[in-house]
């Protein structure tokens, strides 16, 4: 885990979470539909991600047709930001631009989530560990909750050996 240098954002302070790694926690009561913060980190072309997720970078964000955001950057506080399968927040581009906001009111020292959107290609190497009631048991995107719940080979499945590779987030 890279050293958090820039731990001075009004709204959230970065600290060690349940659910992995370091999570984003609410330094203030946050109401709902607040544009928390945003996902930053240079763009970088469809090839150069590939690239990355190949060297195991888990923070590139799919923005549009030509560009990716490589967020594995120092100053982008948002990559802290843990998957959920039930979460209190939401990405959304708007100009090229990923913003987080929150979806419904989150309290003060509540951790901030919001759902990676991976897709549903190799998901059984990505077990999730939100906590929820509603927690699925993999990070996988809303739509495909149905489908993971359909399977019933999870078990097999978890037993493969396959290599694990990160995946681009994306907004809904
Ligand atoms: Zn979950």
Known sequence: MPKIK???HPLVVAKKSKIHGYGCYARTDIKKGKRVME???PLITKKEAAKALDAQNEYIFTLNDKF????SVDYNI???INHSCDPNCESDIKNDRVWLYTIRDVKEGEELTYNYGYDLEDFEYRTCK???TNCIGYMVAED????VRA??????????KKKRKPKKKKSK
């Not at 990716?68 to 967020?71: F, L, R």
């Not at 495909?144 to 489908?147: P, Q, R, S, V």
């Not at 399977?151 to 493969?160: H, Q």
């Open 6 to 8: 820039h731990n001075d």
């Open 39 to 41: 996902y930053v980190g």
């Open 68 to 71: 990716d955001i490589d967020g």
């Open 78 to 80: 948002a990559r802290y």
């Open 130 to 132: 939100c906590g929820t």
């Open 144 to 147: 495909d909750f149905d489908k």
């Open 151 to 160: 399977m019933t080979d999870l078990a097999d499945m978890a037993e493969k």
